[in-house]
């Protein structure tokens, strides 16, 4: 059983357009954090949520923490192609972090 | 500061061989994980270390082993390798566990023909 559930799988859509993609589980963590990796790259941080009905934002993106601590997602205004990538949740407690399949994004010009 | 660096870039190996996958960061962390990427998957965790001296299993450890000596390099050693350890390898370091920030070198990618 996939501890993480990223949904969708792979999105394709044109520059400008809105998305927004999700992390859920049925377990309740203490924080969740978002991940963008671009091709041949290690994945970088974007933003950690660690409590219940948080919202970041982060330039055009807008991360949200479900209210249970169980899902979060993530909202991207206005794709551009820099946008492109693999967006990977996880979730920590005292152990390493486990990671989603992620949603990987592609934006096209 | 270069963060977490990884060497080699790319490599083939034959079955059976073996190989050392280099990682080593500059920011004096404590905790240095070792993960696996295939494609359409997500990160797997196969080692990590909390300290030098100190390492522990993670998801998917078979066929591989590590040491931590230092506090800065974490190399992983493949033993006998095979065509299902063909992957990207990452290697990850963060100050402590939970909500820190993980920092992950840029890859090395393996193929095992």
């Known amino acids: 059983t996939q501890l993480l559930e990223q949904s969708p799988q792979f999105l394709s859509i044109q520059e400008g357009e809105n998305l927004t993609v999700y992390c859920n589980s049925s377990s309740v963590f203490s924080s969740l954090q978002w991940y963008r990796q671009e091709p041949g790259e290690g994945p970088v941080l974007l933003v950690t949520v660690v409590t219940g009905g948080e919202v970041k934002k982060l330039k055009r993106l807008t991360f949200q923490f479900g209210d249970a601590r169980k899902d979060s997602s993530l909202h991207i205004t206005a794709a551009q192609p820099g946008d492109t990538g693999l967006y990977l949740c996880?979730?920590?407690?005292?152990?390493?972090?486990?990671f989603g399949k992620g949603t990987r994004l592609s934006v096209i010009a | 500061n270069a963060g977490v660096t990884q060497t080699p870039k790319f490599r083939i190996l034959k079955i059976g061989q073996s190989m050392t996958l280099q990682c080593t960061q500059d920011m004096n962390h404590n905790y240095m994980y070792w993960y696996r990427q295939d494609p359409g998957m997500g990160l797997k965790l196969i080692y990590y270390s909390v300290g030098a001296g100190i390492t522990d299993k993670g998801e998917v450890p078979n066929g591989y082993n590590v040491s931590r000596s230092t506090t800065e390099d974490f190399p992983l050693r493949l033993e006998l390798a095979a065509p299902s350890q063909t992957s990207v390898y990452f290697c990850?370091?963060?100050?402590?566990?939970?909500?820190?920030?993980?920092?992950f070198g840029p890859g090395t990618r393996l193929t095992v023909l």
């Open positions: 990850a370091s963060s100050r402590t566990s939970g909500r820190y920030t993980q920092y």
């Open positions: 996880a979730v920590s407690g005292n152990t390493p972090l486990v």
